[in-house]
């Protein structure tokens, strides 16, 4: 009994692994040899990876279209068949950015607006992975451009404005995508765009009627220190005069981070302030850095800095990740305005990345957590998970080692490195094997 158990777990694998690889020959040979009698289907669906995908999933996810052909046109697996995450293939497909077998799915009748937990549909995964022509299909099969629109998630033309898939928004936005679509906090298209992507794509949204006043991007452009952006939204006709959230101006902002080109620039645009007594460029820099401003910005800061933590945390715990991720960028703004960056925020921050996929920016504000907090393991563990997703096992090992000698009894931190360290074997196993 027992080895009868060992050789049905064995097969299991061995056909998730032949899923994954593309090996459909032998995944017909390991079917065969668990099909003794009827329900081979059943006995399939059974079978599921670590996070809950099944066989078939896994090959959708893997673009692995011969074997989803083997699947649905041979032994009649249902095409919409859904995970334990609430997957169907062809979301798991326009996921993993395999075109060819999202197209194949849909021809055999996959619901192409059907969505993951966190409203994700294909439309939205083709606008993320840069796919123009996969993303006009969509469309031309009636799929409506701003699709499954909610607060959290956002229309597909959000997302590709996010990962600045320029080809993309330009379809979208032929399409005549919303262009104004706001998230939690007002992420719109443009928020994205000007805190991280090209100009190209902030160019498009402008063009496309995009409203130059909303979320502040002004702010945003400052912060992200790029005059070219700032011209571009001021002749759009964005309000230097529009003071944000906490009160400030543009100008006050610039000038609270020292930015002083960008004082320069925007100093003959801004109406006079009247608290500021002598209207001049060394005026107003006078007046933001005296105690008085100060003064009248502590109370106001550190109860929004409150408030903003807990709506990360909140936002974090729906799994609304890019919520998260703004109210942490917001968090941080207002302790850097008085004096004390944190290095929690950074840390939590960098957590929002790795849920969204962005290893490199999860690495950057990993490191700010470390550089604030040099005997924190929590930064090093950060690091780690950031250079994992990276595919960078060495360094991911010694980021945890550090982690470790700081706490060697960090279970979570052990467990990581041996991830790690077992990653970086098969690595080099695989180099010294091709």
């Known amino acids: ?155 597909p033309l959000n997302i590709a404005a996010l990962r600045g898939q320029a080809s993309t928004m330009e379809v979208l936005l032929d399409h005549h995508a919303n262009v104004n679509a706001a998230t939690s906090n007002e992420y719109t298209p443009l928020f994205a765009s000007i805190c991280f992507g090209p100009l190209e794509c902030i160019k498009l949204l402008i063009k496309a009627g995009a409203d130059v006043n909303l979320g502040c991007p002004l702010e945003l452009a400052i912060n992200r220190e790029s005059i070219e952006i700032i011209k571009w939204l001021l002749e759009a006709g964005a309000d230097p005069n529009i003071r944000n959230e906490y009160g400030w101006l543009p100008l006050e902002v610039a000038v609270m981070g020292s930015k002083w080109d960008i004082v320069e620039m925007l100093f003959p645009l801004t109406s006079p302030v009247p608290e500021v007594h002598d209207w001049s ?40 990740y890019m919520a998260a991720n703004i109210f942490y960028g917001k968090a941080m703004k207002m302790a850097s305005a008085r004096g004390s960056d944190d290095a929690v925020l950074f840390s939590n921050r960098s957590l929002c990345w790795l849920r969204m996929g962005e290893g490199y920016r999860a690495w950057e504000d990993a490191l700010m957590a470390k550089r604030l907090r040099p005997e924190w393991p929590k930064a090093y563990y950060r690091i780690g998970a950031a250079l994992m997703l990276l595919e960078d096992y060495e360094q991911a090992s010694r980021a945890f080692e550090d982690g470790l000698s700081l706490d060697p009894t960090n279970i979570e931190i052990k467990k990581a490195h041996r991830e790690a360290v077992d990653c970086l074997r098969k690595s080099h196993f695989g180099e010294t094997n091709q």
């Open 1 to 155: 009994m027992a080895s009868s158990a060992f050789s049905e777990k064995k097969k299991a694998k061995e056909l998730l692994e032949a899923a994954s690889s593309g090996n459909l020959r032998f995944l017909k040979e390991i079917v065969n040899e668990l099909n003794e009698g009827n329900g081979i289907v059943d006995k399939i669906k059974g079978i599921k990876d670590a996070s809950g995908d099944s066989v078939f999933h896994v090959a959708a996810a893997h673009g692995r279209t011969a074997i989803c052909q083997y699947f649905v046109d041979e032994l009649g697996f249902p095409v919409d068949f859904i995970s334990e995450r609430g997957e169907t293939p062809l979301l798991c497909a326009a996921m993993g950015g395999n075109p060819a077998t999202t197209r194949y799915l849909i021809s055999r009748g996959a619901n192409p607006i059907v969505s993951d937990k966190a409203g994700l549909t294909p439309l939205h995964c083709a606008a993320m992975n840069g796919q123009p022509g996969l993303v006009k299909f969509l469309l031309s099969l009636g799929v409506p451009v701003d699709v499954n629109f909610n607060h959290a998630t956002g229309t």
């Open 281 to 320: 460029v060394q005026g107003i820099i006078q007046y933001v850095k005296s105690n008085a401003f100060m003064e009248k910005n502590e109370e106001f800061l550190e109860k929004n800095l409150a408030d903003l933590k807990v709506k990360g945390a909140d936002s974090f715990r729906k799994k609304e």
